[in-house]
C-alpha cells in the first residue's frame, strides 16, 4: 500500500497574529492612500506627474530603508522592536495627512509613514522565516499577504462609506485612519513573542564581504528578478487615476482599490502554498504573463468590463508574484542574515519603483493613460523574456 501523505504543518500562531497587525496598518493606511491621489489633483491642484514623483520618493524611500533596519536586525539579533518601532512611525504619520495643505506636507507625511514601513518591512519578514518551518514558507508569507490585503480592500470600503456619509470631507476620513494604526502597534506590542535565537548565530556586521559573499548566486538572481518586476509594475496610485478620468465619482474612487484587493487577498494563500509544490521560476512567469494581460485590458479603456477586468487581473498578479518573492528570498539567504537579505532586495527593487513611478507620470501627462500602460506592458514583456531565456540557479528555482 502507497503511504498516506503526511499533512503540512501547521503555521504557526505568531504569523497569523502578524498577519492581523499587517490588515489593521493597511486598514488605516488604504484609508488614505485610496483617496489621496484624487485629493492631491482635485484639493491640492497638483500634477499628475506631481503625483506619480511622490508616490515613486514615498515608496521607493520605505524600499530603501529596508536595507538598513535588515541589517540592523541581523546584527543586533533582535527583529520585533525595529517593527514596533516602524509600525509606530506609520501610525504617527496619519494625523498629518488630515492637516496637509499643500504638496510639500502631503510629501513629508507620505515619507515619514513610508519609513515606517521600511523600518518593519525587513525585520518583519525575516522575523515569518525565523518561526515556520522551510517547507510552509510559501503558505505563510501567502497568509500574511492574504491578511494584509484584507485591509487594503477594507480601507478603500470605509472610505468610500465615509466619503458618502459626510459629504466627500477627505480630511474627516483621514482623522478616521488614526485608529486603526494604532490597534496594529498595540497588537504587535503585546501579542508577537520572537524566538530566542541560538549562541553564536549573529554573523557580526552583516554587510562585511565576508558576510555578503555568503549571499550567492541565486540570491542575487532573485535580486534581479524582482528589479525588473518592480520597472515593470508602477504604482497602483494610476490605477485609481485610470478610473477616475473615466469618469468615476470621487466618492466611488476607492472601489479600484477595493476589487484589486479582493482578488489579491483571495488569491494570495492559495498561489503561497502552490509555490511550495511548483517551480517558482514558472510561477514567476506566469505572474509576468498576468501583468501583460493587466495593462493591455488598461490601456484599451478606463470605462466599463475592460477597465475592470484590467484592475481585477493586475489584483491576480500581484497575488501570484508578491508573497512567492518573499518566500525566494528566505529560501536563497542564510537564516543568519535574512534581515540583509530582504533589506538588500527591498533597496535594488525601491529603485526600480521610483524609476518606474516617475516615468509612468510623465508618460501620463505627456501622452496620454494609454501610453503609461503599453509601456508598462513592454517592460512586463522583456522581463518575462529575462526569465524565460536566462536560467535561474539550483537555489532560486
Same mark, same amino acid.
Given at each position: ?281 514558472? #510561477? !514567476?512567469?506566469?505572474?509576468? &504573463?498576468?501583468?501583460?494581460? @493587466? /495593462? +493591455?485590458?488598461?490601456? =484599451?479603456? *478606463?470605462?466599463?468590463? %475592460? ?16 508573497? #512567492? !518573492?518573499?518566500?525566494?528570498? &528566505?529560501?536563497?539567504?542564510? @537564516? /543568519? +542574515?535574512?534581515?540583509? =537579505?530582504? *533589506?538588500?532586495?527591498? %533597496? ?22 494609454? &501610453? ?9 514583456? =522583456? ?15
Amino acid at each position: 500500500m502507497t503511504p498516506a501523505p503526511r499533512p503540512s504543518p501547521r503555521l504557526p500562531g505568531g504569523v497569523w497574529v502578524l498577519g492581523f497587525v499587517s490588515l489593521l496598518m493597511d486598514v488605516s493606511s488604504e484609508l488614505i492612500h485610496s483617496l489621496l491621489p484624487v485629493f492631491m489633483v482635485t484639493t491640492l491642484g497638483t500634477t499628475v506627474l506631481v503625483v506619480g514623483l511622490i508616490e515613486g520618493a514615498a515608496e521607493a524611500t520605505a524600499l530603501m530603508v529596508k536595507v538598513f533596519s535588515g541589517v540592523l536586525s541581523d546584527y543586533w539579533g533582535r527583529r520585533k522592536p525595529l517593527a514596533v518601532l516602524g509600525y509606530g512611525l506609520g501610525a504617527i504619520s496619519k494625523p498629518l495627512f488630515a492637516l496637509a495643505s499643500t504638496a510639500g506636507l502631503v510629501l513629508s507625511a507620505r515619507l515619514i509613514d513610508r519609513i515606517g514601513k521600511g523600518l518593519r518591512g525587513a525585520p518583519r519578514d525575516a522575523l515569518i522565516a525565523d518561526i515556520v518551518r522551510p517547507e510552509v514558507r510559501g503558505a505563510a508569507f501567502g497568509l500574511r499577504q492574504a491578511l494584509d490585503t484584507v485591509g487594503a480592500f477594507v480601507g478603500p470600503m470605509l472610505a468610500i462609506g465615509l466619503m458618502l456619509l459626510w459629504a466627500n470631507d477627505f480630511r474627516a476620513v483621514f482623522w478616521v485612519a488614526v485608529i486603526p494604526g494604532f490597534l496594529s502597534v498595540a497588537l504587535l506590542f503585546v501579542a508577537v513573542k520572537e524566538p530566542a535565537h541560538a549562541a553564536g548565530e549573529r554573523p557580526g556586521n552583516p554587510i562585511r564581504a565576508a558576510n555578503l559573499r555568503r549571499l550567492g548566486p541565486g540570491y542575487w538572481w532573485v535580486v534581479g528578478v524582482g528589479a525588473v518586476f518592480t520597472l515593470a509594475r508602477f504604482s497602483e496610485a494610476f490605477l485609481v487615476l485610470r478610473a477616475q478620468q473615466g469618469g468615476l465619482h470621487l466618492a466611488w474612487t476607492p472601489l479600484v482599490l477595493i476589487a484589486m484587493n479582493i482578488v489579491y487577498s483571495v488569491g494570495a494563500y492559495p498561489f503561497g502554498k502552490l509555490s511550495d509544490k511548483m517551480s517558482h521560476r514558472a #510561477l !514567476l512567469a506566469w505572474g509576468l &504573463a498576468v501583468l501583460i494581460a @493587466a /495593462d +493591455l485590458l488598461l490601456a =484599451a479603456s *478606463g470605462t466599463g468590463p %475592460l477597465l475592470w477586468s484590467g484592475i481585477a487581473v493586475w489584483g491576480l498578479h500581484m497575488a501570484m508574484t508578491q508573497g #512567492l !518573492l518573499s518566500a525566494m528570498v &528566505a529560501q536563497a539567504a542564510p @537564516a /543568519d +542574515l535574512r534581515g540583509t =537579505a530582504f *533589506g538588500f532586495f527591498n %533597496l535594488v527593487s525601491g529603485l526600480a519603483l521610483l524609476a518606474a513611478s516617475g516615468v509612468a507620470g510623465l508618460l501620463w501627462d505627456h501622452w496620454g493613460a494609454p &501610453a503609461t500602460f503599453l509601456v508598462g506592458a513592454g517592460f512586463s514583456v =522583456a522581463a518575462l523574456s529575462v526569465l524565460v531565456l536566462r536560467p535561474a540557479p539550483a537555489s532560486a528555482a
